[in-house]
């Protein structure tokens, strides 16, 4: 039986694409000609996106920059749209967008992450918005028809497949959507598969809730039942893959079917320019600062910078004598900002920082406000506490207000307590950790 048959091929197709196979061309598939045809995995942005087999066509692409207000500077973030189409069948159509920012981003997991009435849905919606994963399966209906909701990405899409009468366009397909962020990266890849194409016949009902695929008709219908099961079976291994490429960054274990790594962002060249305060210390490289979620381990200490590395592997650059956390390629008056050492009751400072590129632009301030021991694995270290203020100040960004306390060991050489709260601006996750015990490298 032809159904059968296509469910084994669907099952198998879990094997086989973990082989791979060359990308069309180095270049971001996103910025390549409409019409490119790739197999095996294509490349958006840094990452590689697993393919299922068979030949998939470019059939809309964007790139747009996605500009934080955490303080971070702007990234291209390339959205591509595939479609695979056979005998004139529109057999699958794969959503692919990334790298982006994760501070963007958080609020997509409201959705299909948060609802019980779908095939399968397996999420961890960490506090930390840089580490979050979530995967679901699930029937869409689709009209093909432009909506204003839509975005102009998908309504592209189907103007291509619309201008081409030929190809037969399924009502219902079956979805495995996959949204990860880790650290620095967020990555959504949603693939969309046609039971049309492998012989079932078109759903009777064209709403969602009465549609022949919804959940609770599968119950009663083992055909369908089985190549939903087949879909979800191929999900879970693509996103094994994915978190792979994203946790590990290994330039091989993500390479087939999944991402691959992000190439590091390059250490600043300022950072040594100016020189340490007299007995100032800053941590030997090799000390592990270990929190209760995790650890940092100091991988790199560059003038006043430090740069940290987290259990999941994602490195930060702690500028300002290792108070802030702000991207490599932030500019601001380093002599200003650093000024605040040594540190003493009352001091204070306030600098600009601007995004290496465009308009964005923020306000830091940061005061020594009072005295405090803390007490780290039994052993008490006196620290300075001090308050700082992110403001956002860019012409055209959002209004946004973030309050930091730092708590930080002159004796350590950096902070063992930290605290962060939004004051006003669209909603973002703040992160907050302490640190539980020192492990100084032998």
Not at 18 to 34: N, Y
Not at 96 to 101: C, D, H, I, V
Not at 215 to 230: G, N, Y
Not at 235 to 259: N, P, Y
Request: hydrophobic share 40%; proline share 7%.
């Amino acid at each position: 039986m032809r159904i059968n048959s296509s469910i084994c091929s669907l099952v198998i197709a879990t094997v086989i694409a973990t082989a791979g196979a060359p990308a069309a061309s180095a270049q971001s598939l996103h910025r390549q000609p409409i019409g490119t045809e790739v197999e095996g995995k294509a490349r958006i942005g840094r990452y590689e996106v697993p393919l299922p087999p068979g030949r998939w066509t470019l059939i809309a692409a964007h790139e747009t920059i996605s500009r934080p207000i955490d303080g971070s500077s702007g990234r291209a973030t390339g959205h591509a749209i595939l479609a695979r189409i056979e005998g004139n069948r529109l057999v699958g159509y794969i959503s692919a967008l990334g790298p982006m920012t994760p501070n963007n981003v958080h609020r997509l997991w409201d959705m299909e992450c948060r609802r019980t009435d779908l095939y399968f849905v397996e999420s961890d919606p960490n506090n930390n918005p840089q580490i979050q994963t979530c995967f679901s399966v699930y029937h869409m209906t689709r009209t093909w028809t432009a909506a204003p909701n839509l975005g102009p990405l998908h309504t592209a899409a189907y103007e291509w497949l619309n201008a081409r009468p030929e190809i037969r366009k399924p009502s219902t397909m079956i979805v495995s959507r996959h949204s990860n962020a880790r650290n620095s990266d967020y990555v959504q890849v949603e693939y969309n598969f046609s039971p049309e194409s492998y012989g079932f016949a078109p759903s009777r009902d064209r709403s969602w809730a009465g549609n022949d695929w919804h959940r609770d008709k599968l119950k009663h219908d083992p055909t369908r039942d089985a190549f939903a099961q087949a879909v979800l079976a191929w999900a879970k291994t693509t996103q094994k893959q994915v978190l792979d490429g994203l946790i590990h960054r290994s330039t091989t274990a993500g390479a087939a079917l999944g991402f691959s790594p992000a190439a590091p962002e390059a250490p600043s060249t300022q950072a040594a320019a100016r020189p340490l305060p007299a007995g100032h210390v800053m941590p030997a490289v090799g000390t592990r600062f270990v929190s209760a979620g995790g650890h940092f381990d100091v991988v790199r200490v560059e003038g006043m910078t430090i740069t940290t590395v987290n259990a999941a592997n994602a490195s930060t650059m702690w500028q300002v004598g290792g108070l802030l956390p702000l991207n490599a390629s932030s500019r601001f008056d380093r002599a200003i900002g650093e000024s605040i050492f040594p540190l003493a009751l009352e001091k204070k400072v306030s600098f600009e920082q601007r995004a290496a590129e465009g308009t964005d632009a923020w306000r830091q301030t940061l005061e020594v406000v009072r005295n405090e021991d803390l007490t780290v694995d039994g052993r008490t270290y006196r620290t300075f506490v001090l308050e700082g203020r992110t403001e956002a100040i860019g012409p055209g960004m959002a209004e946004f207000v973030r309050k930091r306390t730092l708590w930080y060991s002159p004796e350590l050489g950096w902070l063992i307590r930290f605290r962060e709260e939004q004051l006003a601006g669209p909603p973002q996750r703040m992160n907050s950790w302490e640190v539980v015990r020192v492990v100084r490298p032998q």
